[in-house]
């Protein structure tokens, strides 16, 4: 299975931005490096590296982004211009494939193996995240135009599946699993001594 894994370089200030009040633009970054490298080991648990494809925005240039091609031997590619949609819809012009974002963090290997097994028998699938958003998408034929969703909002979701369904038979595939976008959702990690190996390791003022 083609597995897509969409990442924004850990450029302090230029990533995780809503976590900057929280943790600092280095902290921030540091965070958006751990999420991207447990991201990369979930799909290569799920399916290998043979057809894994970092998808990088700005561009592929960011030292990290080398050093995840290293350690898992997966091709780089450039997101390109345009919005979320836009670059989702050109991802997977050809399918069949997984696309998931890097801070869909409490995805499983097993999740992605049962979305692949799920797209056999459906057009497109959404694992859905609580906030309204979701981690992953599946997609067998090309997407429908996504101009217009409101990322970010809490209803991207519900607006992703309406254009889904217009065009193909479209699944949501539960349960819900968590993203990391906000303070809230590392407030909510620490209680709830989720994601420990990133949390716990964890200074701001001194990422490691």
């Known amino acids: 299975m083609r597995v897509l894994v969409f990442a924004r370089a850990p450029v302090p200030g230029r990533c995780k931005t809503r976590l900057i009040p929280r943790l600092g633009a280095r902290g921030a970054a540091w965070v958006q490096r751990r999420l991207l490298e447990r991201a990369l080991a979930t799909a290569a648990a799920a399916f290998g590296t043979e057809m894994l494809t970092l998808c990088c925005a700005p561009d592929s240039r960011h030292p990290h982004f080398h050093a995840c091609q290293r350690r898992w031997g997966l091709r780089l ?22 696309l998931l974002g890097s801070d869909a963090w409490a995805l499983e290997p097993d999740d992605l193996r049962r979305a692949a097994a799920a797209l056999a028998d459906c057009d497109y699938l959404l694992i859905p995240a609580p906030d309204g958003g ?75």
Do not use: C
């Open 77 to 98: 590619a450039r997101q390109g211009p345009g919005d979320l949609g836009a670059k989702m819809r050109r991802a997977l012009a050809t399918g069949p494939a997984l």
């Open 134 to 208: 979701y981690g992953l998408i599946g997609a067998r034929r090309p997407l429908p135009s996504l101009a217009g969703i409101a990322w970010s909002s809490g209803r991207e979701r519900a607006q992703t599946l309406r254009r889904l369904r217009r065009v193909g038979r479209t699944r949501e595939l539960g349960p819900a699993r968590a993203d990391f976008d906000t303070p809230a959702d590392w407030r909510r990690a620490r209680r709830a001594g989720e994601l420990a190996p990133l949390v716990n390791k964890f200074h701001p003022e001194r990422p490691q």
